[in-house]
């Protein structure tokens, strides 16, 4: 019994001579237990290599991350995509519409920057696919004067402290795993792919996550998952950008505490939990601290996803004339989500002049800001009237 034992743990891992049967023990249980959980899980074809063979090192992924700085030049044309949660095919479908990608997914936008608000993880069964896009499609954009930037959002953080709640399957991304040294091939085996793509500092995913940031600034467009926060500010954007990469590397140990939904007062002060500016009135205490927010940082606009819009991208102004977009509409979501990205247009021969922004629809229609601004008070002080200004779900 004890020889099948040996043999069988041979076969799941390879052969190697320089390891013995302790080495293929679990840390607690027996030898027994070992061999019946492995029988568990599904049989993995892999292949030897070096320890670090399984950390990307390509440079276009490898950004040098010694100053996160948060604050870019204007661009003339920004796409926002919201939430995709593995929806490949609404994602490619949203680049389309846009016009930065064509249909075999290569780079069509120019010099456009697209910004994916995060959530890339969790819930749909395409997230590898999603992932390899946006990662892809930012070479190719940086070739023609453009960029693809992809934010940080709570599920990737949430994926980062290996909790799995959300996701589809621990098994998901085995595309992502090509070389893997014996001990490693049997930590795959025990744990799962996701997890040793997830383990900061050496996982592949965890290590292409770390050059993405929580907060971005374009111009005067200030893009983040959830929201800003007076923590954030009061914190520093550049710093906690930094923070959180060097997190993500294993260059820190300690988690920075704006990535949880610390509570304060009733209200989180994460920017990547917020969820005030999602809701569809937004109280104005909290649009008169946006306007504060943004005011000390030259700003004119705030974009966020995180909380899903029913009805749509949205947006709410201020008094002081800033607005918030909010542009998670349920990508992936079959019945009730539908395909939309935001476009803001900025003449930078005039910066002084008004951004354009625009609601770009799955149905080819191109949507004002004006008719999807404030509609939900519009909504409010229309209820004796037949028609509102919320449209009606384009999927039912």
Not at 44 to 59: E, K, N, R, W
Not at 186 to 201: S, Y
């Amino acid at each position: 019994m004890k020889l099948f034992r040996n043999f069988f743990m041979l076969f799941l891992v390879g052969f190697d001579p320089s390891l013995s049967y302790r080495a293929f023990r679990f840390r607690s249980g027996s030898s027994s237990s070992a061999v019946r959980s492995c029988r568990l899980m599904p049989r993995m074809h892999l292949t030897s290599g070096a320890a670090d063979d399984h950390v990307i090192s390509t440079p276009s992924l490898r950004r040098d991350t010694s100053s996160h700085k948060y604050k870019l030049d204007a661009a003339a044309r920004i796409i926002a995509i919201g939430d995709v949660h593995g929806g490949f095919n609404e994602l490619h479908h949203a680049l389309k519409i846009s016009g930065c990608a064509d249909e075999e997914g290569r780079w069509t936008g120019g010099d456009t920057v697209v910004v994916q608000m995060g959530d890339f993880l969790d819930r749909g069964s395409d997230e590898s696919r999603s992932i390899e896009m946006l990662r892809d499609l930012k070479v190719q954009a940086k070739d023609a004067g453009g960029d693809v930037i992809t934010l940080l959002g709570n599920h990737e953080i949430m994926n980062a402290d290996l909790d799995f709640s959300y996701a589809p399957d621990i098994y998901s991304f085995d595309s992502w795993h090509d070389k893997f040294n014996m001990a490693e091939k049997l930590q795959t085996v025990l744990k799962g792919k996701r997890a040793q793509l997830m383990q900061r500092g050496k996982g592949k995913l965890a290590m292409l996550m770390s050059t993405m940031p929580v907060v971005v600034q374009i111009g005067d467009n200030v893009f983040v998952h959830g929201g800003l926060t007076r923590e954030t500010i009061s914190h520093g954007i550049d710093k906690l950008n930094q923070e959180v990469a060097d997190w993500l590397r294993k260059d820190a140990d300690v988690k920075p505490w704006l990535l949880d939904p610390v509570p304060k007062g009733g209200r989180t002060v994460s920017p990547l939990w917020e969820r005030v500016y999602g809701m569809p009135i937004v109280p104005e205490a909290a649009l008169e601290t946006l306007d504060g927010m943004l005011e000390s940082m030259d700003a004119k606009r705030m974009i966020v996803g995180h909380t899903p819009q029913k009805y749509g991208i949205s947006g709410v102004g201020t008094e002081k004339e800033k607005e918030v977009w909010r542009i998670d509409t349920n990508l992936n979501d079959k019945i009730m989500g539908r395909v939309e990205c935001l476009e803001i247009l900025t003449d930078l021969e005039s910066p002084e002049a008004a951004s354009t922004v625009r609601v770009l629809s799955e149905d080819g229609r191109i949507i004002a800001a004006e008719k999807r601004k404030n509609m939900f008070e519009e909504l409010l002080r229309s209820q004796n009237k037949k028609e509102t200004a919320i449209p009606v779900p384009l999927r039912t």
